[in-house]
């Protein structure tokens, strides 16, 4: 079993509305943070394996991806992958972006 998780994040200014896929596509884990750095890096350091994360550009993308940056060598940015697209459009239609 691969311990590959794909991890999209929607950024707003007051909260992250995030899904977790595994390899096999199955939604693991749903999640609504606080936008702040230490609450993003609490969350990243409860998850385990190989972590490919894409969210989309904006206002907040650079702060984001700084933040993120230090969590590990498990983390990659994919930022074209279509299983992470996938996961934004999960979010979306479940309505966590009007959160």
């Not at 311990?3 to 995030?18: P, R």
């Not at 990243?44 to 894409?54: H, P, Q, Y």
């Amino acid at each position: 079993m691969s311990s590959e998780k794909y991890i999209g994040l929607d950024v707003h200014q007051a909260t992250i509305s995030v899904a977790v896929k595994d390899s096999t596509g199955k939604l693991v884990m749903e999640s609504i943070l606080e936008t702040k750095a230490a609450t993003i890096l609490e969350f990243f350091a409860g998850l385990r394996g190989t972590l490919s994360v894409t969210f989309e550009e904006g206002t907040s993308a650079a702060w984001l991806s700084s933040c993120i940056r230090g969590v590990g060598p498990g983390l990659r940015g994919s930022p074209t992958s279509s299983t992470c697209r996938n996961i934004l459009s999960t979010l979306r239609g479940k309505g966590f972006s009007r959160l």
